[in-house]
């Protein structure tokens, strides 16, 4: 792909770009400055990223996956050995809050590649 300039970017893969915390456009540079903060611009290309942004998309698909791991876990756990409430407490609400943040970053830069890669939320060409 070209940008405006008429570099040629050839095309970077989503999953990549997405788990690498890259550029989706050229592959080499940061995605995020912070914990979930988007870069303003791609350090290697000059790419504006930080007026893309996925909103709340990846934290709905967190929610989701982690809240079925958990529940298939807590249900398991229930119905075969039958653990004091407690216990459910203390195994299951840190294994929310650890999977949640582990899935966050990956899940929100897949989601930005995603977007840059089908033009969606913005994303058009320099």
Known sequence: M???NGTYYP???VLKAGLLFRCPRCGRGKLFRGYLRVAER???CQFEL???DSADGPA???MFIVGGIVVALAFWLEFTHAPPYW???V???PAVIILSLALLRPAKALLIALQYRHRAAGFGED
Request: charge should be negative.
């Open 11 to 13: 095309p970077v893969s």
């Open 91 to 93: 195994l299951w609400l």
């Open 87 to 89: 216990l459910h407490a």
């Open 42 to 44: 791609c350090g290697a």
């Open 2 to 4: 070209a940008d405006g």
């Open 60 to 62: 709905v698909f967190v």
């Open 50 to 52: 930080g007026q893309h």
